[in-house]
């Protein structure tokens, strides 16, 4: 089916969006010419932000120049989607063992036909931290093989020793990329001895980010444990911040938590932030209409990950009013900004921020709750209000 044809006014804001990108990239090629040495960096991070080809070239000719590489890498490739193509596969090539970086960074401008150059390159032998990337990489980029690799390992896994149980950790680590392995991550989390409490925790965490129902009720078990205070390892979630998070209850005790599984919990799925890009586009139609208060047509969403591999199919769902823009571009096209961000869902209902730029320097935010009515997504209250930012 051919594409639908491009409305005249979005054409000529894009023409527009184009020209002033390009003399901004011609004026900060001017400044980085002139710059001294500690002031390139910022220079090259400002065309990163034009998130166009013709900057992307520059930062690909200068990056080697800059001590800090990565952070560049990151910021162009983050910025650019596919445009960075080149850039990360130059960099993949001639880092050497720092290569790890630029692998994983490969999925922000690939789709999973890069799988087969993944795969090549994995059976060369590389470094451990080039391995390391490419096994992550893989499951980021679904690729069959990598997951039915990871889900025959982490079957296998049956920790005795803390040697075992960090190895079960950096497996539970690759898979928190793959909510096609919540199950197998809830089967290892419930059959892990309380005697390897990080292991434990961290299991908890990533079965319930990856949306493992059942592994709810064994959280819950744990917190009517007499052992349950001693799941506080440092920098992990403890266990009832984890339910209220991924279950959006905040009961204060065992008991409660128990009551409310019993009763509609083991039938509620859980909310994580794995989205589906169709649900993801009615969420924001849905925020937008609910929350724009400008008169005019169409509303400009801001969004930094615009160009990223895979946001085309939200992008494609969006209402035709709905413009989406990085901050940068918005800011070149002089409009005022709206934006919809951290979205959760469980399938049912949903909870989303909006936010409205109409002043820049004071931005308004409210999270608000969303459910699903004949498969239409709507508004049904607001959660939070925030402080002006």
């Known amino acids: 089916m051919p594409a639908a044809p491009v409305p005249e006014d979005v054409r000529q804001e894009e023409q527009l969006l184009a020209e002033r990108k390009a003399d901004s990239t011609s004026e900060l090629e001017r400044q980085l010419q002139e710059a001294a040495v500690e ?14 080809a013709r900057a992307i070239e520059i930062i690909d000719r200068n990056i080697d120049s800059i001590s800090d590489r990565p952070t560049l890498l990151n910021a162009a490739a983050s910025k650019a989607g596919v445009d960075a193509r ?39 032998n590389p470094p451990d931290g080039a391995r390391r990337a490419i096994q992550m990489e893989l499951i980021r980029l679904k690729e069959p093989r990598a997951i039915a690799e990871l889900r025959r390992e982490i079957a296998a896994a049956n920790p005795r020793t803390s040697e075992d149980a960090q190895q079960a950790i950096d497996l539970l680590s690759r898979a928190s990329e793959s909510v096609e392995l919540a199950a197998d991550v809830g089967r290892l989390f419930r059959r892990v001895d309380e005697i390897h409490r990080q292991l434990k925790q961290y299991a908890a965490g990533v079965a319930l980010w990856l949306g493992d129902r059942e592994s709810a009720e064994h959280v819950i078990d744990l917190l009517a444990s007499p052992g349950s205070g001693s799941f506080n390892y440092p920098g992990l979630h403890s266990l009832e911040d984890l339910l209220k998070r991924h279950t959006k209850q905040a009961f204060a005790r ?11 919990g083991r039938r509620t799925p859980l909310f994580t932030v794995h989205v589906p890009p169709e649900d993801e586009s009615g969420i924001i139609n849905a925020v937008v209409a609910w929350g724009s208060t400008i008169q005019e047509p169409v509303v400009y969403l801001q969004d930094e990950s615009k160009y990223l591999s ?20 918005i800011s070149l096209l002089q409009k005022d900004p709206f934006s919809v961000s951290d979205i959760e869902t ?44």
Do not use: C
């Open 39 to 52: 002031q390139r960096m910022g220079v090259l991070l400002q065309l990163a932000d034009l998130s166009s």
């Open 86 to 124: 080149a850039l990360l596969m130059r960099a993949v090539d001639t880092w050497g063992p720092d290569a790890g970086h630029p692998i994983e960074r490969l999925h922000y401008a690939f789709d999973p036909g890069i799988a087969p150059d993944l795969r090549a390159r994995l059976a060369k």
């Open 254 to 264: 065992p008991e409660e938590w128990k009551a409310w599984w019993t009763s509609a």
């Open 310 to 329: 895979g946001r085309q199919r939200i992008r494609a769902g969006l209402d035709a009013g709905i413009r989406m823009y990085t901050a940068r571009e």
């Open 346 to 389: 469980n399938g049912e209902a949903a909870f989303a921020t909006f936010g409205d730029g109409a002043n820049a320097m004071n931005w308004r935010l409210k999270r608000v709750e969303l459910a699903r009515q004949n498969g239409v997504w709507h508004v049904v209250r607001v959660a939070e209000e925030f402080p002006v930012q």
